[in-house]
């Protein structure tokens, strides 16, 4: 079979999702409701949605939308429905009937279900329609989310669940994890079981919402929503019809039975549309008091809301083991959600699935954690976690490992893609050199760096580990969710409120010289981002020689948000692209006037097709859509390139003054107009001296040394004012940007 056509049954969050996914990656899609108004309106969202479900606007071209009635006969050739309407399986039994009525004999026929087994979904289906019929559960928001289940069982047509594994992962990007038709597959049984875990335990150990997400978050090594927030996300009365049904799939005796019911307040906020994030509130909620906008947080004991109070656990990395040693609350609500975890998922091996890997797997791209729960297992020891467990009796498979004595027992990682991930290839490192912010994985024919801080963070650190492992061709890749959120903030503040301004400079000095090193070394520098690549993450970006990009990427300098210039390159390196430009040839203005309005501005793309047109991407980039692909891709970029001859220094020719002038105007207008304040002003005079080539000419020429020492001396002037250092400490506390 091959999949050129497809039918999406059902418009709203995930029909809508899993179409735009399909336009994405240009496959021709119709999308049915029961009205056409309500599948129109699906469009407009996914044309509004934020972060963006497209690529790019124009992929919305392979979408047609219509009604159940009268579009219908667009079945009878797609070769993939799917169907993705409201959890009541009269109305999918419904449609199944008609679907099968009509559909073409090579096609194939799936669910979105999120709860309802196979068994079930099929029962009134005949044998022979059996075969082309099984569960794809996407995850919500589909562009963003990696983890596709495909759920089927020994009826059906393997050669077709191949193909349609085979497609999700190639064309989609899906991590396609094929199960059994088991209550919530894997993702969900064990994510979901977490949740309720972590939510009862917090109230037992009698722990504010804010403390249990601060515990499960980050140090675990799970998104920030930790529990209570991601509730919010989702919605408090989606997660109950979810657990509603577990209730009723799961044997009685099954544990997760005991926390299914989560705590008697759901009821009640859900009743009076505390829904979540979509409704008035749930958990958390923006209360408005005197003009201001307040971020409150419900207290368990009191049913009442109050301020949102910040919990620092003083975690930098996570260390699971140090964690749940801690001898203070948080460590024992850790040690009692972790190990409750560790105890259920495995005591589901083989029952749900024979590969353990898997449910870690489900767990990392359905629910972004950086480990499953076997891989807790692992890191916290064996010897350490069997000594702190207590009985473990009817656990067959930790029982196994108890009595094998073994130290280890992780073998293979993402055993669901024959692709040669980065997780598995780190795994025959030859020799591994690592610091406190990245480690250098070297292999005999080249370097693999990783950055390892919160976000990505860049610091000193971070250059050396570049540095150093330029001794080979270099890949700079990672597991973790963002390539680089930029240059450590927190770290340049520390200096600050020292004193030690010198530091800084040494700091930024160092930053540019790196990078220089990366442009110009003799082996090919490959950057491989995914997620966030900005302000200092991109100037690695820019400076590296090829680039292979995910296709869920934001890249962007954006400094001037906090009051700074890009001073690692960013500025010189977008302005040279830019230079080369038709354009740029007869009006010599005309590439410091675009990079004046992209930094300016702080414009980011969200995708390799929104970069693209910024030149924050240039020729010498590949994209993928498969994030386990990006490695493979870029060790093929690599062999291809191995005799690659080292760039070639640049020179500008800027106008000055000239240019300088123009952009002032452009500022005064914005000034005038109340879109920027003084120190705004301030910023952008001082992105104007850079990009305008400082004290030049155009019958001057402007070395890309003298680039960067514009770029670091407008850096340092800014850095010491005190606006800057308000915004910087104002975006580092709330996230958002402070104009001044
Ligand atoms: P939704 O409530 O947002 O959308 C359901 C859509 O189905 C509505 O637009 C409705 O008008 C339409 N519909 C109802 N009856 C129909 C019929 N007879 N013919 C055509 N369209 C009909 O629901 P959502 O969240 O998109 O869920 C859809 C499916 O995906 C459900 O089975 C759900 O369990 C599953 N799912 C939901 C996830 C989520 O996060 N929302 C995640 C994974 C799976």
Known sequence: ???????????????????????????????????????????????????????????????????????????????????????????????????????????????????????????????????????????????????????????????????????????????????????????????????QVAMTEAVNMNLSIEEADAVFGRPMGIPKTGVFALYDLIGIDLMSDVLKSFQKELPKEDEFQKVVSGLPIIKKLIETGYTGRKGKGGFYRMNKSENKKILEALNLNKNEYFPVKKIDLKIDKINLLELINRNDKYGKYAWSVISKIILYSSSLVPAITDEYNDIDEALRLGFNWSMGPFEMLESIGLKNFFSKIGDINHNEFLKDLKEKKVESFYDERQKYTDLQTLGKIKKTVVKLDKNDSAEIFRFKDFNIVEFNTKANALDNDSMDALKKATDKPLIIINESMQFSAGVNLN??????????????????????????????????????????????????????????????????????????????????????????????????????????????YAKTASSPQEAKPMLFLDKNHDVIINRNELLPAARKLLNNNVDMSPSKECKFKLSGKNAREKMHKILEALYNDKKILDHGMEVGKELAYVLSGGDTDLNKEVTEDQMYKLELNSFMKLVENKKTQDRIVHTLKTGKPLIN
Not at 167 to 194: H, M, Q, W
């Open 1 to 195: 079979m091959n999949i050129k056509k497809v039918v999406v049954i059902g418009s709203g969050t995930m029909g809508s999702g899993i179409a735009a996914h399909l336009c994405n990656a240009n496959i021709p899609v119709i999308l049915l409701d029961l009205e056409t108004e309500i599948s129109e309106k699906a469009k407009e969202r996914i044309l509004k949605s934020r972060p963006p479900l497209l690529f790019e606007k124009d992929k919305i071209n392979n979408l047609k939308v219509g009604n159940i009635t009268d579009d219908f006969d667009n079945v009878s050739d797609a070769d993939w429905i799917v169907e993705a309407v409201v959890e009541r399986i009269d109305i999918k039994h419904d449609i199944y009937k008609k679907i099968f009525n009509k559909r073409k004999k090579d096609s194939i026929v799936s669910s979105n279900t999120s709860t309802i087994p196979l068994k079930v979904l099929s029962e009134k289906l005949k044998a022979e329609d059996k075969k082309d019929f099984c569960i794809t559960h996407f995850f919500n928001p589909v562009r963003y989310m990696g983890l596709l289940e495909i759920v089927r069982d020994k009826l059906n047509d393997q050669k077709k669940i191949n193909y349609l594994k085979d497609f999700s992962e190639e064309k989609l990007g899906k991590g396609v994890i094929v199960c059994g038709d088991t209550p919530g597959f894997l993702g969900n049984r064990i994510g979901v079981y977490a949740m």
């Open 491 to 600: 770290y340049v503040m520390e200096f600050i409120k020292n004193n030690d301004i010198k530091s800084v400079e040494k700091f930024i000095k160092y930053f540019q010289e790196t990078c220089k090193h990366l442009k110009y070394c003799k082996y090919p520098v490959i950057s491989a981002p995914s997620g966030l690549a900005l302000g200092g993450g991109e100037e690695v970006v820019l400076q590296s020689n090829y680039v292979v990009t995910h296709t869920n990427i934001v890249m962007g300098l954006v400094e001037t948000i906090v009051g700074l210039v890009p001073a690692g390159g960013g500025c010189k390196e977008l302005l040279w692209r830019w230079c080369q430009t038709n354009e740029s040839k007869t009006d010599p203005d005309y590439a410091p006037l675009k990079v004046f309005d992209i930094i300016g």
